[in-house]
């Protein structure tokens, strides 16, 4: 039995020798063959020297990846569906490998003696390795780098990437499948949007068709906007502004400058006034009792005058030298 450790060496030798003269070509057919099964080509450190030998005639895409949650590599995780899809579509559009592409991935429990051979302490790290041989090689057998610093890439980012690096060649395009989820959740809201709307129309049409809504509506939207709300969000102002005493300010001096709590009131103010005169111009007029109509218009003519002496202050704020005013605000 002294011969059988020789025998083992010897067969070993035979088959490292066998497979180190394997030509470029039938190297790509195996590595194609492995990956219209299982796309993409999963590698140990053998198979990617294999993979990654040279001469070649034909691109390999391999991805070192570290997927197992020991690492905690959130970014490897995120990007592998991508790369999975990505794969699988240029395989599927590309089956008689007119492209000579090899799309496989390599994980660190896999090879790690690659990753310590590259010198890689992040991952995923994504490698285009360009032909050094045929109608396609490169002016360098070096390998192209992905960079990952925005974040994970989609596939068709990465497709475009590699599609750059490999012209005057096919270039199968990214298929997502179809999602059903999204399809489903779609249908059912939208139905739902359309039943609701049929339910509730014969209570929304008198809303929409009031006057008085639209009215209501009209009069807050011009309450804001001569208020100055526009102007607020065109300049991006504070709320409110310290008086440098341990104060606050809500009134900002100057009519080229102002706070968002001034124009809240400011807007409050109008909508007091314009409702004050709307309702001595409609509602009192139609009380029939005139003791009732005269308190009426006493209590509006009074709100009347106490927001317009507010409002005479604000403008004494805004402009020092503003000279008119009215009690209780002097």
Known sequence: MRWLP?????????????????TSEERFKAFHIKSLSS?????SDGSYRDLTATPRDYTSAV?????????GCQLCREFQPEWDLLSRSWIKGDKAAASRVVFATLD???????????SLQTAPVLLLFPPTTGPHAAASSEPLRYDFTAGP???????????RHTPDRPH???KRPINWIKWVTTIVAVSGSFTAAYVAWPIVLPIIQSRNVWAAISLIAILLFTSGHMFNHIRQVPYVAGDGKGGVNYFAAG??????????????????????????????PRIADPKAQGVAVLAWGG??????????????IKNAGYPFSLPPFM
């Open 63 to 71: 991805l070192l990846t570290a997927m197992d949650a020991r690492f």
């Open 39 to 43: 796309a993409p080509v999963k590698l």
């Open 255 to 284: 009519f080229q400058n102002q706070y968002g709590m001034e124009t809240q009131v400011v807007a409050a103010m109008y909508g007091v006034l314009s409702f004050a005169a709307i309702s001595l111009a409609v509602k009192v």
């Open 303 to 316: 709100v009347m005058v106490v927001m317009y002496s507010f409002l005479l202050s604000v403008f004494r």
């Open 153 to 163: 890439p989609s596939a068709e980012m990465v497709h475009a990437w590699i599609a």
């Open 108 to 118: 660190f429990a896999d090879g790690r003696d690659t990753f310590m051979s590259l």
């Open 172 to 174: 199968p395009q990214v």
């Open 6 to 22: 020789a025998f083992l060496s010897a067969s070993l030798f035979a088959a490292g020798s066998f497979a180190a003269k394997k």
